[in-house]
């Protein structure tokens, strides 16, 4: 076995193309398109910068609103798109609102902010009125709002604790806010806040959503208006009794370590329950629920004409129930109870009610495959909506007046497409607005007739076009991002196991690809649940295609516990997260070498990030004589010291579920590694804690396994730095080329 040495690895690290760098690099690191190439990877933040985002039709359809940064730039500023004309102007930007003073964010915003995964700054987001005419934009903590008419932006409500989670009432008078944990109400046109709660301790606040909501859930918000903006739906977090965890900063130890309550597998959450209260204030009134056997909360839906609706999950998450809610009591009545003897995935774009109230959206994976369904007020099934073959992935939009839903949709795993559906009793089949290989994306305004195609193709088309519902093209959202200096050489397929089962599949091959050679593979992989990696789109394959052009061939499957096809692969991993997923990835791999004879498999190096990082770590242990050399980045280890909705889903609630953890822990194989391992870990992350690293090295230290371990300091789970970016890719191509003795 060959590796490098900790210390020897963080020295190149820290001097990964300097100009002082060692002669021994190889040459195809020190030439210049491959160093430029990633530098532009990383200015860019990985492309992304220079989209626009946010996007919002005005509910005239004469305009399309939304945020964008330079190409090079975090900063983004507020755009709207005149339908009619196509020009675009600037309407609103962080710099003119705060006269040049510099942003600042609170700890909590800088939380969420992680948990939604966004790396942005300026205008980092704004609420638009039901009418259309006032902007909301939250910005350092102060609240703006914004007059299209006559364009005009004024500061609204105090001026003292943080205002985190702000929400625009639908008539656009009135804004709910979190100061310091307490709700406040404010008046847009007299500019005054009332203060609605009072904290009784510290561990109690109102108006937020806890951490396993934002991070596992995917609901962001703790507050939530009457559409007739009479009354405000706030939450309640009670953290007495978590465990608390603490970040310190190890390049400043004079700095206090930032502390939050974090819920353990088998330990105690946060108590959360939910209260009623009109905006002219008095009594609030207690929505009631069983919290002790369904204590999740998972979503709050309140439309017009139609009753306050929540959905409810028990600790395990094999049972959600939907309750109707009497505002006016706060009783609750059961409309539907969903049962999965493994689990049961959250979709937040469900319950969606009609427009009359009379019926309302819902999705099941009951029949084998995600499927979209319509119930009566009382919640029985009336008709499935969506056939199980259409695969549907997502409710773009609830079209009552043409009878019909707008839904993301693929028979292909790795691909996204929009679909128009009738609703029944509308007899029809289904119509696929879009064909192209790709991903695509839709934001539509059933009302105004227009919608946003958000289109990145296989082909390399990206863009974002304005059509009207019958498809007709309107004018463009301009993306002003950088074009890649290099062009990926891949392939997007399926392939078939020795165990008969078939898998979705990218393959990278270097740009100077010479048929006659065999070259060492790179395994990019995640392998974990919820989150497919093979998609068909080619910006997800440039840093692959960066890897390849070292002398590889970049490979990625997609094996049971991914989504997309349907409920058995993906529960097939239920109480084990690694055994199953290795050994779909071995297969795949092995079908992928016997197609492809160029492909060298005695020579396997595999990477990924947090899931990902957890299963490169486990392959060097488990199966080192497939994979020859790891990388893992942010990996979990040690699954009691994750979050438990996202592990007790998969894995079980302690004490029960010992086995699945045992099964399942990263730190028990620490004695089989056998082969070189590379760990990088932000010392700042809150969603995979930097202990999981440390207690992998120490792990691995105790049994006599050599191994590198880079921290990343001050880093959370997200690597947003250009330079650090860069400094890591770096780094681990370094490890790799060595490891795998890659010739030049």
């Known amino acids: 076995m060959k590796t490098r040495s900790l210390y020897s690895l963080v020295f190149l690290a820290a001097c990964a193309h300097a100009p002082d760098a060692s002669e021994s690099t190889p040459t195809r690191v020190r030439s210049a398109k491959m160093t430029d190439f990633l530098e532009q990877f990383a200015a860019t933040y990985r492309f992304r910068l220079g989209q626009p985002g946010s996007?919002?039709?005005?509910?005239?359809?004469?305009?399309?609103?939304?945020?964008?940064?330079?190409?090079r730039g975090f900063v983004q500023n507020l755009f709207e798109l005149d339908v009619g004309t196509g020009k675009e102007r600037v309407l609103l930007t962080a710099e003119q609102i705060l006269a040049g003073a510099e942003e600042t964010l609170s700890e909590e915003e800088k939380a969420q902010r992680e948990r939604m995964r966004s790396v942005s700054r300026g205008l980092a987001s704004?609420?638009?009125?039901?009418?259309?005419?006032?902007?909301?934009?939250?910005?350092?903590?102060?609240?703006?709002?914004?007059?299209?008419?006559?364009?005009?932006?004024?500061?609204?409500?105090?001026?003292?604790?943080?205002?985190?989670?702000?929400?625009?009432?639908?008539?656009?008078?009135?804004?709910?806010?979190?100061?310091?944990?307490?709700?406040?109400?404010?008046?847009?046109?007299?500019?005054?806040?009332?203060?609605?709660?009072?904290?009784?301790?510290?561990?109690?606040?109102?108006?937020?959503?806890?951490?396993?909501?934002?991070?596992e859930m995917s609901r962001f918000h703790g507050t939530w208006w009457s559409p007739d903006s009479s009354s405000l739906v706030y939450q309640k977090t009670d953290t007495t009794g978590l465990e608390t965890m603490h970040i310190m900063d190890p390049t400043h130890p004079e700095k206090p370590p930032q502390s939050w309550p974090y819920p353990r597998p088998g330990k105690k959450n946060a108590e959360v329950s939910l209260f009623l209260m009109s905006v002219e204030g008095g009594a609030a009134t207690e929505i009631?629920?069983?919290?002790?056997?369904?204590?999740?909360?998972?979503?709050?839906?309140?439309?017009?004409?139609?009753?306050?609706?929540?959905?409810?999950?028990n600790r395990e998450q094999t049972e959600q129930l939907i309750f109707s809610v009497d505002p006016k009591r706060g009783d609750t009545t059961l409309l539907h109870r969903e049962t999965d003897e493994a689990w049961l995935n959250i979709d937040q774009e469900v319950p969606r009610w009609t427009a009359d109230g009379k019926h309302f959206l819902w999705t099941t994976e009951r029949n084998g495959r995600v499927q979209l369904e319509l119930r009566s007020p009382t919640g029985d099934l009336v008709a499935a909506v969506t056939p199980l073959e259409l695969g549907y992935q997502g409710l773009v939009e609830l079209d009552d007046a043409n009878q019909r839903?707008?839904?993301?949709?693929?028979?292909?795993q790795s691909e996204q497409h929009i679909s128009s559906v009738p609703l029944p009793p509308k007899p029809g089949a289904p119509e696929m607005?879009?064909?192209?290989?790709?991903?695509?994306?839709?934001?539509?305004s059933a009302k105004a007739g227009l919608w946003v195609h958000s289109r990145s193709a296989l082909s390399g088309q990206r863009d974002h076009v304005v059509k009207r519902a019958d498809g007709t093209r309107v004018a463009e959202v301009l993306a002003v991002t950088e074009k890649p200096i290099i062009e990926p050489n891949f392939e997007i397929l399926e392939v078939q196991g020795e165990s008969g089962r078939r898998y979705s599949a990218s393959v990278v091959r270097p740009r100077a690809f010479d048929p006659k050679r065999r070259y060492p593979v790179f395994v990019y992989v995640y392998a974990g649940p919820g989150h497919p990696v093979v998609m068909a789109t080619r910006e997800t394959q440039l840093l692959n295609q960066w890897f390849a052009d070292h002398g590889f061939i970049v490979v990625s499957v997609d094996g049971r516990g991914t989504p997309g096809k349907g409920r058995a692969w993906e529960r097939a991993i239920k109480g084990n997260f690694i055994d199953i997923a290795l050994e779909d990835q071995i297969d795949g791999l092995r079908a992928l070498g016997k197609r492809f004879p160029e492909m060298d498999l005695s020579r396997v190096g595999i990477f990924g990030w947090s899931f990902g990082g957890y299963f490169s770590s486990l392959a060097v242990m488990k199966a080192?004589?497939?994979?020859h050399a790891a990388v893992a980045g942010a990996p979990v280890t040690d699954w009691y010291d994750y979050d438990t909705h996202y592990t007790e889903r998969y894995l079980g609630v302690p004490p029960g579920a010992a086995e699945a953890y045992e099964l399942s822990s990263g730190l028990g194989p620490a004695k089989d590694l056998g082969a070189p391992l590379l760990v990088m870990h932000g010392t700042a992350d809150d969603n995979v804690y930097f202990t999981h690293a440390v207690k992998l090295s120490d792990a691995l230290f105790r049994a006599g396994k050599k191994h590198a371990f880079l921290p990343l300091s001050g880093f959370t789970h997200?690597?947003?730095?250009?330079?650090?970016?860069?400094?890591?890719?770096?780094?681990?191509?370094?490890?790799?080329?060595?490891?795998?003795?890659?010739?030049?």
Not at 433 to 444: C, D, F, K, P, R
Not at 624 to 627: G, I, L
Not at 718 to 744: C, G, H, K, W
């Open 55 to 71: 996007i919002k039709l005005s509910p005239d359809g004469g305009s399309v609103l939304f945020l964008r940064s330079e190409a």
């Open 126 to 215: 704004y609420q638009l009125s039901r009418d259309g005419e006032l902007i909301l934009v939250p910005l350092s903590g102060r609240l703006y709002v914004f007059e299209r008419k006559s364009q005009k932006v004024r500061e609204v409500g105090g001026t003292g604790a943080y205002a985190n989670d702000p929400q625009l009432s639908p008539d656009g008078k009135k804004i709910a806010c979190v100061r310091d944990g307490d709700l406040y109400l404010i008046d847009v046109a007299k500019n005054e806040e009332k203060r609605l709660t009072t904290r009784p301790k510290p561990e109690v606040s109102f108006g937020l959503a806890e951490f396993v909501a934002q991070e």
């Open 288 to 313: 009631k629920w069983n919290r002790t056997t369904h204590p999740y909360l998972n979503t709050v839906r309140w439309q017009k004409n139609a009753p306050l609706t929540i959905v409810v999950q």
């Open 405 to 412: 839903v707008i839904v993301r949709a693929s028979s292909k």
């Open 433 to 444: 607005l879009t064909s192209e290989s790709g991903i695509h994306a839709a934001v539509w």
């Open 624 to 627: 080192p004589k497939v994979f």
């Open 718 to 744: 997200m690597v947003p730095d250009p330079l650090i970016t860069t400094r890591l890719y770096s780094t681990i191509i370094e490890f790799l080329l060595e490891n795998l003795a890659v010739q030049e």
